[in-house]
């Protein structure tokens, strides 16, 4: 794979104009109205959604109301096989794509459609890891899937909070303190095993845009606060200039250092290391099953919880 890394040309803080539209995605909602604006223009959006009973794929979009279904952060594999047919005959059709994904299928789709340069446009998200979706399956009640969900959602309103929904109601929930799953992830406990050797965890880019969290922003500096969302905008092609053009009025853009994006976010730095947590996991997951082998493998993580 012919891999054009990129050094970014903008680095940007920005956040949705809209305050209701901007809660409700993960971190500023920038993605939400590129896509919506996208299919405005007659362009179709592919994205990762939870699928029913229970799975993670990509996913095509050509109309507003299905983007809910690839709205905010997917903290697991979303598999994008079943799309790259759809992505084909999309471009073959002259109409205009965009892939939203990680580095690493981002690269897959640029490769393969190299010739489609005009056409498609992708937005790679900062990533810290994607575990298996078996796993964050085998952290959820067995009697809940087997009685139906409809979704499932890692933030709310910003905050890190897992979700499982029915009939448009939460009908399980933890917080951050009291989830494994979530403890884990942050810690790279889960992680496919490509992932600790991810070779694209670094400044340089692949995509057109990079959007993540802005982690270590100067917030004296935007005017606002990370909690109601920040989105790091990494532009990268001077085709993302012409994405966020047709975005300017919805948006609020600070240009900040490009050091400040790097010191903050470790995806653009070296990907999550391996450590003796994932080996324990990994021993134990098959024996013990999910609950005990996350415990094993984050013994003074549970207890400090405990204690708190």
């Given amino acids: 794979m012919n891999i054009n890394y990129k050094k970014p040309i903008g680095v940007y803080a920005a956040w949705r104009l809209n305050e209701d539209e901007r809660a409700k995605s993960s971190s500023g909602g920038i993605a939400s109205v590129i896509s919506e604006k996208w299919i405005e223009k007659g362009g179709v959006v592919y994205g990762a959604s939870f699928v029913k009973p229970f799975g993670f794929q990509h996913i095509r979009c050509s109309k507003k109301e299905q983007l809910d279904r690839i709205r905010g952060s997917k903290y697991v594999f979303s598999s994008f096989s079943k799309v790259i047919r759809l992505i084909e005959e999309d471009l073959k059709d002259d109409t205009n794509v965009l892939f939203v994904g990680t580095p690493c299928q981002v690269a897959a789709v640029v490769s393969r459609f190299s010739k489609y340069k005009e056409q498609l446009v992708c937005i790679d998200l900062l990533c810290h890891g994607t575990p298996n979706e078996k796993i964050l399956k085998d952290s959820i009640d067995e009697d809940m899937i ?3 969900i409809d979704n499932v959602v890692f933030r709310n309103q910003g905050k890190y909070e897992f979700s499982v929904i029915k009939d448009n109601q939460v009908v399980y929930k933890r917080q951050l303190k009291n989830d494994l799953y979530m ?6 406990v889960f992680n496919r095993d490509c992932c600790y050797n ?9 995509s057109d845009l990079t959007l993540g969290d802005f982690w270590g922003v100067n917030l004296s ?10 989105s790091l905008l990494l532009v990268n092609t001077s085709k993302g200039y012409d994405v966020l053009n047709l975005i300017r009025n919805d948006i609020v853009m600070k ?3 490009y050091e400040e994006a790097i010191s903050g976010n470790m995806p653009l730095n070296e990907p999550v290391k391996k450590t003796w947590r994932y080996s324990v996991f990994k021993s134990l997951y098959p024996k013990l099953g999910f609950k005990w082998a996350a415990v094993l493998a984050m013994p003074d993580i549970v207890l400090k919880n405990l204690l708190k």
């Fill in 221 to 230: 500096a935007i005017g606002t606060t990370i909690g109601k969302g920040v």
């Fill in 146 to 148: 087997v009685n139906g």
């Fill in 255 to 257: 240009e900040r250092p």
């Fill in 198 to 206: 991810c070779a694209f965890a670094k400044a340089d880019r692949i």
């Fill in 183 to 188: 403890k884990g992830f942050f810690k790279g």
